[in-house]
């Protein structure tokens, strides 16, 4: 009962206080504590709501907060409700416990000089939280409820906005700590973030102080823990973590187009960052993208133009999901992609990389240890190889791409040095019909907005040499020696067997997308071949013409076949000139040259008539030596 009357008589006290208390003063009170936190003009366009007991608050509403200069307010606060302390309350002391904000609306814009609108409340609050200020801050707790944040920075032309912020600040009074917490939405994704400061008092003057910050996202999770100083500029100094499902996503999120159309999926990182400013080095790398893992140092910087510096080294790296969609050919196989190129990726960032790799895959290419060296600048790239384990040989060389609205200019030169011409055949050719050892030196260069456009415009040379091969298909010694005993006997399945060369020679021009072949030499231990001719590159055809013939050491004498290559690049067409092996036959050869007699000719044109009673034309009469694909047949 004792108790019981105590507390009576305390509520009573109480509620006697709350009817006593001046509210005027109460109201000025917490107001002057406001504006002596922030440094802002205070001003209060709604009605203020006031409570003792047994609630201790102060509610003001239609709140905004002004700096000394006119324009929109840096903060407008739908309720701002100031929570008091009861026992100095009870003894005429209006101290604030903190302060709940609902539905505020914060503007931060930011001059080119790198101040802001809020630059005199963080000098304010700085001055009032040193020990011994004249008016220290009373509360240690800020929370906001379904905000709205909007940044402006005209002169680098960046407009963000955030929205339903959630979010806790605290600054224990005990300790020199600074803590906020919560969540935001920002370009449609929800985020979740803290962020903790060691010495906020030391942070709000510029000196350093530990930071640790979290930003959880569906797109993108990122860590850092280390230093922050900012005395005339950011500065950072710590380990820093990002994690992505997929770094695509995570780029478009950030406003950043996505280079290409394929890969950039699943994407780590782990590395000592340095920030000063708009610059990031960072060191001690450890990135992995699309399960490639590699190691080294990179810079990126954001001056005006966005520039990334890396120098990497890889065990093993697969390139396949950046180059699976870029299709020369067309559904069909054999015909050019006409799709139009998409190079806008050019034009976005400026790159500098160094890639070392033990292994490298490319589609169905493999490539042992290799040093690459990529560069971007200005809308054009440039590849280069310094040396690659490639084809079982050497590989150099460079690939240039640059952007000339609409089309594209593109350069390729390279050198394989004692590669294995069947795989390299298989990769670049598209043809697994020759093998052995050799060189290959190509200078190319096109111009186009589509692979079919680049076909069309092809100019260069290339030069290929093999030694100790064999090109399948066709057995030319088998094939000449029975034309030789029966040229009219039929070739047979002469699209069969191979035939082994010692040395081969290729020497191609490219004008205007037509390649004209020179000079081919193929010569074997038995057999000679030479060719000819040109080959269409946009429409993928051969049409060139050769002579195959015996060696001495076959036991042949002098014994030529001319023949023809016609059709496309993967399944040409190989048959002999027909009037040369009926030439060569004993019996065919005086009905060849008989019917080229004029007096023959009308003899048997006039035969002809009377045994089917119809006129025909002179030309129609007897037939002229065949020159046609077919293989002559005899009766």
């Not at 019981?4 to 709350?18: E, K, R, Y």
């Not at 350093?208 to 005339?232: H, M, Y």
């Not at 394929?262 to 340095?274: P, Q, V």
């Not at 990389?353 to 493999?366: C, D, E, F, P, Y």
Request: proline share 5%.
């Amino acid at each position: 009962m004792p108790v019981a009357a105590f507390l009576g008589v305390v509520l009573i006290g109480l509620i006697a206080m709350s009817w006593l208390l001046n509210r005027d003063a109460l109201r000025d009170a917490v107001e002057a504590q406001i504006r002596a936190v922030t440094g802002l003009d205070f001003v209060v366009d709604g009605h203020t709501d006031i409570s003792v007991f047994p609630g201790s608050y102060v509610s003001f509403h239609n709140v905004r907060l002004k700096g000394s200069k006119a324009g929109d307010p840096a903060l407008s606060v739908d309720v701002l409700t100031a929570n008091l302390h009861l026992l100095p309350l009870l003894m005429q002391r209006f101290q604030i416990a903190d302060v709940m904000m609902l539905r505020p609306h914060i503007r931060v814009t930011r001059a080119a000089d790198g101040q802001s609108n809020w630059t005199p409340f963080v000098e304010t609050v700085a001055h009032t939280m040193k020990p011994g200020a004249d008016s220290p801050v009373s509360f240690s707790e800020i929370r906001i409820q379904d905000g709205e944040l909007s940044y402006e920075d005209a002169t680098n032309h960046v407009t963000e906005n955030l929205g339903d912020i959630d979010l806790s600040l605290a600054w224990p009074s005990i300790s020199r700590s600074f803590a906020a917490t919560g969540q935001f939405d920002w370009r449609g994704e929800r985020v979740d973030g803290s962020i903790s400061i060691s010495d906020f008092l030391a942070a709000l003057s510029g000196e350093r102080s530990g930071l640790k910050a979290r930003v959880a996202s569906t797109p993108l999770k990122f860590a850092f823990d280390g230093t922050v100083a900012n005395r005339t500029s950011l500065m950072m100094e710590g380990t820093l973590t990002a994690d992505s499902t997929s770094l695509r996503s995570a780029l478009r999120w950030f406003g950043q187009p996505p280079p290409g159309s394929g890969g950039f999926g699943r994407f780590a990182l782990k590395a000592r960052a340095n920030v000063v400013g708009a610059s990031v080095a960072l060191t001690n790398v450890n990135i992995e993208l699309d399960g490639n893992v590699a190691e080294g140092v990179l810079t990126y910087a954001n001056n005006g133009r966005q520039t990334l510096q890396a120098t990497l080294a890889a065990g093993a790296l697969d390139f396949t999901p950046y180059v699976a969609t870029v299709r020369l050919l067309a559904s069909g196989a054999r015909d050019w992609n006409r799709q139009l190129f998409d190079l806008h990726a050019l034009s976005t960032t400026d790159l500098d990389m160094r890639l070392s790799a033990a292994k490298i895959t490319v589609g169905s290419t493999k490539l042992g240890k290799t040093a690459l060296g990529a560069n971007l600048r200005n809308g054009t790239l440039a590849l280069s190889v310094g040396e690659a384990q490639m084809y079982g040989g050497i590989a150099k060389g460079s690939f240039g791409i640059s952007r000339a609205n609409p089309a594209a200019d593109v350069k390729a030169q390279f050198q394989l040095t004692d590669v294995d011409l069947q795989a390299c055949a298989s990769d670049l050719f598209g043809t697994s019909r020759l093998t052995g050892r050799g060189n290959l030196n190509v200078m190319l260069e096109a111009t186009g907005s589509s692979p079919f456009g680049l076909a069309q415009s092809l100019d260069g040379t290339a030069l290929l040499t093999g030694h100790d091969g064999a090109i399948s298909g066709f057995n030319v010694e088998q094939l000449l020696k029975r034309l030789e005993r029966r040229p009219l006997s039929g070739g047979g399945n002469f699209r069969s067997g191979q035939t082994p060369f010692d040395k081969l020679s290729v020497a191609v021009n490219f004008r205007d997308g037509v390649a004209t072949v020179s000079d081919v030499h193929v010569d074997g231990p038995t057999a000679r071949v030479t060719l000819a001719g040109t080959a269409s590159v946009p429409s993928r055809e051969y049409d060139l013409k050769g002579v195959a013939s015996l060696t001495s050491a076959a036991g042949a004498g002098n014994f030529e076949l001319p023949f023809v290559v016609q059709g496309p690049w993967d399944d040409p067409l190989i048959f002999p000139d027909p009037e040369s092996l009926i030439r060569r036959s004993p019996a065919s050869a005086p009905l060849l040259n008989a019917v080229k007699d004029r007096k023959t000719r009308d003899a048997v044109r006039s035969v002809i008539e009377r045994l089917t009673g119809q006129k025909t034309a002179p030309e129609a009469a007897v037939p002229a030596a065949p020159t046609t694909a077919a293989t002559p047949r005899t009766n």
